[in-house]
T-cell receptor, first 114, second 113 residues
Framework: TQLLEQSPQFLSIQEGENLTVYCNSS?????LQWYRQEPGEGPVLLVTVVTGGEVKKLKRLTFQFGDARKDSSLHITAAQPGDTGLYLC??????????????FGRGTQLTVWP | DVKVTQSSRYLVKRTGEKVFLECVQD?????MFWYRQDPGLGLRLIYFSYDVKMKEKGDIPEGYSVSREKKERFSLILESASTNQTSMYLC????????????FGPGTRLTVT
């Protein structure tokens, strides 16, 4: 079951450009996580957003959680080649038998050219 | 530094073979997970375990089984490998409670020929 729609699937940009990745769902999540994965490695957590409307910044990366806790975005300002990687959003289930389970989007493969 | 290790980075097996993928974490985490990752499909949960000897099916458990005899070790078993099980397999762990960050191993790229 793919609960999270992530877009775009691929993004190829020049160094210095800005970009936004979107993660949308019809389901409400208790929180939403963003991971980054480099070739040959497992995903590594970048940030968790918990409160509806929350905005978190990590240097040039800005993460936002939608007011209804159903969607999120990742914005990168002035992208650099070191930002290249696979970005994954993951919604944390709200409760019941699936409490704490992560539901991943399909990922956005970002390539930043020098 | 937290660490999740997987027994092999690359594995090539023949159709019909029994395959064991091992995962070990050194963080004393209660919860452990097995995912498979395929291009364009993201990470899909195969099985997870919230305690020793406990296991729960994820979204795609068919053709797989798991074993968790010790807290630090979670094994994924392919009883009779098939070509459609060629994939990247990722193990993850997290602590109990309300902190849901998962720590991932480097993955095992399995090819079934």
């Amino acid at each position: 079951t793919q609960l999270l729609e992530q877009s775009p699937q691929f993004l190829s940009i020049q160094e210095g450009e800005n970009l936004t990745v979107y993660c949308n769902s019809s389901s409400v999540f208790s929180s939403l996580q963003w991971y980054r994965q480099e070739p040959g490695e497992g995903p590594v957590l970048l940030v968790t957003v918990v409160t509806g409307g929350e905005v978190k910044k990590l240097k040039r990366l800005t993460f936002q959680f939608g007011d209804a806790r159903k969607d999120s975005s990742l914005h990168i300002t002035a992208a650099q080649p070191g930002d290249t990687g696979l970005y994954l959003c993951a919604g944390v289930s709200t409760g019941g038998s699936t409490l704490g389970r992560l539901y991943f989007g399909r990922g956005t493969q970002l390539t930043v050219w020098p | 530094d937290v660490k999740v290790t997987q027994s092999s980075r690359y594995l090539v097996k023949r159709t019909g073979e029994k395959v064991f993928l091992e995962c070990v974490q050194d963080m004393d985490h209660e919860n452990m997970f097995w995912y498979r990752q395929d291009p364009g499909l993201g990470l899909r949960l195969i099985y997870f375990s919230y305690d020793v000897k406990m296991k729960e099916k994820g979204d795609i458990p068919e053709g797989y089984s798991v074993s968790r005899e010790k807290k630090e070790r979670f094994s994924l078993i392919l009883e009779s490998a098939s070509t459609n099980q060629t994939s990247m397999y990722l193990c993850a762990s997290r602590s109990g409670g309300a902190v849901y960050e998962q720590y991932f191993g480097p993955g095992t790229r399995l090819t079934v020929t």
